[in-house]
């Protein structure tokens, strides 16, 4: 393995761990409520600039293939635009779309298509959470919310879950500073 190699994997270990960090302090941040008393909890711009990163990445590929009309660059941009194209899609409507409201009676989220889901916390029959996707799963009899670790000012939900039920985040196992 030559130098270029190890700088490269070490820069992209860096940057990595680096976004990650960057996520879990926004979850631990503290959050207003708004003018009607809910606490309003979105994701991290960071799926903002990552998605426009990933777009325009994915449009010069594009473009080149359409441009220079070539067998190989086409398939290429067609290949670019299935993998890299629909994450960054993903992860731009995942900023724009999912958000979750909550106080001290109900619960509220929007998915990324907009789907929105409430429930009242007494209805909750369980609260999990998966480290494997980042996500709570909060269910109901009949209903399902689920929640990305990646919301900033997931601390006050966290604090309001202790409090309007019988799941802590030590029992759930989410890890929160």
Known sequence: MNWETIITYTMINIAVFAAIAYLARGASKNVDRNAEGQFVLRLSRLYQILGIILLA???IFI????????????LISFLMFLTIGILSLACLLWYY?????????TISASTWTKKITSM??????????????GYIKIKSLDKTIKLSSHLIGLKEFIKIMEKQTKWTAKKIKFPIK
């Open 120 to 133: 009242q916390w007494d209805e909750i029959e369980s609260i999990k959470f998966s480290p494997m996707s």
């Open 57 to 59: 990445f994915c449009s």
């Open 97 to 105: 779309n999912h958000q979750v409201i909550f106080d001290e009676k």
């Open 63 to 74: 473009f080149a293939g359409i441009y220079y009309q070539e067998k190989d660059l086409l």
